[in-house]
């Protein structure tokens, strides 16, 4: 008898311990995630600070790879400022960055960072462009967010807690109707040196009378998507860390994302369609003609 009490007493105080590992581990999680956002927010804003202190002035502008494929002192600035913050708190963690290019560890968390998305807007003075960034913990995106400075926008995602912007719940729209859906998309500034060329889808969606817009940042694509002011985005060759944040706004604001045969997606995908779920399929069959 009594060591049938002892052993269920082992056993009581093992699943205690247990317990208490297993909610200390979420506490631990929790807090880890709250530092993550903190960081993830502190070093978006210090890049919108270099946006806007530069918007309006002289900047020094190059061509990339091809003439109209843009890099501007800015975009350098924003990513310093933003990956000193990132550094500052957590020195081990690998980044992915436009500019840079990848600043490699073992970790497993991966900052992917476009320190202007938009760049050719920002040189011309348009103020539609962002800065975006994603985090990946163990190779899937936990959080994301994408700040236009110049329209106080700012997007946020977290795995599995929604979307939101401006601190507000964000839903994609309800429309089902592709004929009847406002459109938006993007071309590729390398267009010579890549084989797909993205006419002839554009000109199906144009001649079904479609809106089809192009605002130059496909991360606010994306948002905007998430925010139901369009209704599905589609875009050849994107990188990235144009696409990391606003993937999981998208998912995280009930719509859906794959590549052009309906896979599931990931960032390093170089074809990309964003819908809010309801006409996903109708875009897809057109896409694929
Ligand atoms: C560009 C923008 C644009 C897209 C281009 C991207 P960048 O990013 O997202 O909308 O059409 O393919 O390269 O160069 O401004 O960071
Ligand atoms: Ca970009
Ligand atoms: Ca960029």
């Not at 199906?204 to 925010?227: E, H, K, M, N, Y």
Request: aromatic content about 12%; hydrophobic content about 40%; some cysteine.
């Amino acid at each position: 008898m009594a060591k049938q009490i002892r052993i269920g007493h082992r056993y009581t105080r093992k699943k205690k311990v247990y317990l208490r590992g297993f909610k200390n581990n979420r506490i631990f999680l929790k807090m880890t995630n709250e530092l993550l956002k903190n960081t993830l927010l502190r070093a978006i804003h210090s890049g919108a600070e270099i946006l806007r202190h530069y918007f309006e002035g002289t900047f020094e502008i190059q061509s990339k790879d091809t003439l109209n494929n843009l890099v501007t002192e800015v975009d350098k600035k924003s990513e310093d400022a933003i990956i000193d913050v990132i550094k500052s708190e957590f020195p081990e963690h690998f980044i992915l960055s436009e500019e840079v290019g990848e600043l490699s560890t073992a970790s497993n968390y991966k900052w992917i960072i476009d320190p202007i998305d938009g760049t050719v807007n920002f040189a011309h003075g348009i103020p539609i462009c962002c800065i975006s960034i994603g985090l990946e913990r163990d190779g899937q995106m936990l959080m994301g967010a994408v700040f236009n400075p110049f329209m106080n926008e700012l997007f946020f995602a977290e795995r599995g807690k929604g979307a939101f912007l401006n601190n507000k719940p964000l839903k994609v729209s309800s429309n089902a109707n592709m004929e009847i859906a406002c459109l938006v998309t993007g071309f590729p500034y390398r267009w010579a040196s890549i084989e797909t060329d993205p006419i002839p889808v554009f000109e199906r969606f144009v001649r079904l009378g479609l809106p089809v817009r192009r605002l130059g940042s496909a991360a606010i694509d994306l948002c905007w998507v998430a925010a139901g002011r369009f209704d599905g985005f589609w875009e050849y060759n994107l990188n990235p860390w144009d696409i990391a944040a606003g993937y999981l706004i998208i998912e995280e604001a009930g719509g859906r994302i794959s590549n052009f045969k309906g896979q599931p997606y990931s960032v390093y995908d170089k074809e990309t369609l964003a819908t809010n779920g309801k006409i996903h399929d109708q875009m897809l069959e057109l896409i694929s003609k």
